[in-house]
């Protein structure tokens, strides 16, 4: 097959990139078109491709999700796939940096910019170039996922990073707050485990231990490759045909081996101290998955609660000082996880009336539901926060990312549709079902000596 060229896109070149079009889809199977977005399947290894045009520059995106994530890691190798995470930088046989041909040897040059994310459910790499240059970060990515090299000194050097900033983390107050919540929340399931992983865990990862890892999760038919930018989509066929189809599938089971949290019957309660540290506040309720529509409901519910001036949560605890501010979160994972509402306090010593006052706040929308005044400014927000986030490849490739490993990127485009899908009893109704005092964990952080603080392992960063 021909190689790109950035001229394929003039009109003089209609029947050539019509024959490009046509025999990449002679190797790739059309599943579905949903919100501008086109999905194919690559009959020779089962890799999802995504592609969305995208006009505003000459510009090329290329984002590979994998379905590795902290939750898919086992006893011994927590933090693996984020480590792995920072080791895929160091190259491969072809792409390294004692050749000069690195990944960042090759982009930033041209004005490239490469990063990467770990997360619960999955790890992503993204690339975006001049559009001219997009067949290089294709290649680059193809390359390593199945021919990453992992030298022993590297990995030494790697692990002082990464053990550098999971120290950052455990000495954020804020941070172990966060995660003791979800450790006491999850207390089986492996959302409780830090993305970052324990300190021992990073201490004594191998490059046996990584590789082997890497080779049960880095396959095509376990990854989605998205394609935004100024491209046709013969273009991006042809780059994942060209570069992508060669390598074979995985053929195997990716999912983690432990994947069920018991049903959780009463409430939990963590606290944690820092001197000096004013007070925060956690509600964190067990919620869907983020593919479930009980989501969005409660999306809105949360946003109602403390969504900025005037919401409940706002003039319950900001309005009379017991807070600075208040807000809202709902966990899009691939399994249930958590609605959060939080609130950072003005005076250390105000955590018991502010949970109060919060938890009175939720209790009145159980009992009474809300207005259609409420709902509508509500969603209102969320519908203009939606869509002017989206202002650009990268981020519309973060956030599709995030569907794509919920399990279905479909809700990217469909989001706004769904949200104002939501009625003032589908509030009601989550409200009755999940914010409930069986399904809660409450998290103080409290001021106090900092010496009785536990030293938590906590949140993976990007690269």
Known sequence: MRALFPDDRCSNRNSDTEAIEAAALADAHHVRSVGGIEEYRLLANDLRVLFLPWRAAPVALTMLT?????????????????????????????????????????????????????????????????????????????????????????????????????????????????????????????????????????????????????????????????????????????????????????????EARCDEEPEQREERRVTTTQSGQPGWLMLAYKSPEGTHPDADALDVLGRILAGGACTRADASLVATGLASSVWCSVSRLARPGLFQAQAFLGDCGANDAAERALRDAIDDIRRHGVSQDELDLAKGRIRGQTLTSRDGPVAIALQLNEAIAAGDWTAYPAAAERIAAVSVDDVRRVARHYLRDERLTVGHLVGGDARDAEPLSLRASAA
């Open 66 to 254: 994998y379905r590795v994530g902290s939750r898919h890691e086992t006893h011994g190798i927590k933090g693996g796939s984020h480590m792995l995470e920072h080791l895929m930088f160091k190259g491969t046989e072809r792409f390294n940096k004692p050749d000069g041909t690195s990944i960042h040897d090759l982009l930033h040059p041209v004005g490239g910019i490469a990063n990467a994310t770990t997360w619960l459910d999955r790890t992503n790499y993204f690339d975006l170039v001049p559009n001219d240059h997009a067949a290089i970060a294709a290649e680059i990515e193809a390359d390593r996922m199945r021919h990453l090299r992992i030298d022993p000194d590297e990995l030494e050097s790697e692990r002082s990073v990464v053990l550098n900033e999971h120290d950052l983390y455990a000495g954020d107050p804020l941070e172990r707050l966060n995660q003791a919540v979800w450790a006491a929340a999850f207390s089986q399931h492996p959302y409780g485990e830090p993305v970052i992983g324990t300190r021992d865990d990073i201490a004594g990862l191998t490059c046996e231990r990584l590789l082997e890892h890497y080779d049960a999760h880095y396959w095509p038919d376990n990854a989605t490759l998205t394609v935004i930018g100024d491209l046709q989509r013969a273009q991006a066929l042809e780059l994942a045909q060209k570069y992508f189809a060669p390598i074979s599938a995985g053929r195997r089971i990716y």
